[in-house]
Structures are given as C-alpha cells and as structure tokens.
C-alpha cells in the first residue's frame, strides 16, 4: 500500500539540485509532498491532483505523471532550510479515506 | 491554514498503564482524522482512520483493543494506548481533512506529534 521513493537519501551542497522520486503499486488520484524535520510534525509542501499537473513556489516543485503512477519533487538551488525527510503521500479507498505516506527520502544540505 | 492541536507533546510511563492521546481541529470540523505511528528513521504508518459518530477503521496488524480510538465530535479525537509495554514507545501523529472546501479538502493538517516512551 505504501508508496516506494527513492533515493532513499540525498546529500547535497547548498545551490545543487535533487529530485525525489515516488511511486506506487495502485492508481493514485492525487500526490501531496510534505517535509519533516527530525521530532516534528510533517509540514504540507504541495499536493497535485491531477495527471500531469505541474506545480512549484520558490524553487521547489513537483508533477504528477497519473498514467505511470508515480510524481517527481524537484528541488533547485538548494539552501540549508531544505535538510529533512521528505515523503509523498496518497489516498486511497473508498471516498480516500486512507492516506498512505511513503517510504521518504532524507535530504541533508550541507554548506 | 487549519490548526490541529495534539496533546500531550510527550509523556513517560510505566509499562502495564494507560495512556490518552488528544487530537483537536481548533478552526474546523473533521469528520475524519487520522492517527500515525513513526519509529525512529521510519515512515509515517497508518495505524486508523477516525471517523465522527462511528468505530474507526484499524489497519491490518493494528490491535483494536489496545490502540482505542474515540472520535465522540467532529473536533476532538482520542487514542488510549492501553496497558503500554516498551515496545509501543513510539511518536504518535494525528491529522485532520477539512471537508469545508476552504482549502482543496484532502490536504492533511497534523498535530505536532505525541512521544510516547513507556519504561
């Protein structure tokens, strides 16, 4: 049920660029992007709903590719501010009430 | 955007006690919440959906009687972690939908998260 992303983990340097992939085993009807930093809460990014919708603000964006079930979180110029696991999340079942986080992908931004 | 609110933000106790979690949407009404459980460098995992007026829907492999969930209003849901052991040392996370249609209604709004640690 839960989505596979990969890389699993990403180091950077400040101003390089990552891209997060998602993918999932069942049809997704929408894909949210959210960022955890170590004992927080998830905080929301994006969420995308439908099939080929592109979405970004600042310099981190994201599409959804509905045929091939999977979505992409681009993140460009990295800063510092970026370090922390990023998950996909998706909902299924009836009336989506289900949501399933993925695996996620720590990203650390060194200086 | 919408406020959940979750307390405790932490609590210690001893093995073989009860423990009650709150879940609250401070500026709308759910009718469905969420609660997550993340072992340290894991996923988020769904443990049950929450649902106002109704038994909540457990995931395969979640003990229904152990992990209780009440969801009494459309504000307030509760997770009682029943005669804890340490292995149910965890971070707990609720979160919320606002089906008000202020925002696209499938976004997720989470509690700051509960650490249980049970000696």
């Known amino acids: 049920q839960q989505p596979v992303q990969s890389p699993q983990a990403v180091i950077l340097r400040e101003g390089e660029d990552a891209v997060i992939n998602c993918s999932s085993s069942?049809?997704?009807?929408?894909v949210h992007w959210y960022r955890q930093k170590h004992g927080e809460a998830p905080i929301f990014l994006m969420i995308?709903?439908?099939?080929?919708e592109q979405k970004g603000h600042d310099k981190i964006s994201a599409s959804f590719n509905e045929k091939k079930q999977q979505s992409s979180l681009y993140l460009t110029a990295s800063q510092l501010s970026y370090s922390g696991t990023y998950f996909c999340?998706?909902?299924?079942?009836?009336?989506?009430?289900?949501?399933?986080f993925g695996s996620g992908t720590k990203l650390n931004v060194k200086p | 955007g919408a406020v959940v609110s979750q307390h405790p933000s932490w609590v210690i106790c001893k093995s073989g006690t009860s423990v009650k979690i709150e879940c609250r949407s401070l500026?709308?009404?759910?009718?469905?919440m969420f609660w997550y459980r993340q072992f340290p460098k894991q996923s988020l995992m769904l443990m049950a959906t929450?649902?106002?007026?109704?038994?909540?829907?457990?995931e395969q492999g979640v003990e229904k009687d152990k992990f209780l969930i009440n969801h009494a209003s459309l504000t307030l849901s509760t997770l009682t972690v029943t005669s804890a052991h340490p292995e149910d040392s965890s971070f707990y996370i609720c979160?919320?939908?606002?089906?008000?249609?202020?925002?696209?209604?499938?976004?997720?709004?989470f509690g700051a998260g509960t650490r249980l640690s049970v000696l």
């Open positions: 995308l709903l439908k099939g080929g």
């Open positions: 999340g998706t909902e299924i079942g009836y009336n989506f009430n289900k949501f399933y």
């Open positions: 500026d709308f009404q759910a009718t469905t």
């Open positions: 929450s649902n106002e007026g109704s038994k909540a829907t457990y």
């Open positions: 979160s919320a939908r606002d089906p008000s249609g202020r925002v696209p209604k499938n976004i997720q709004y």
């Open positions: 069942k049809a997704l009807y929408s």
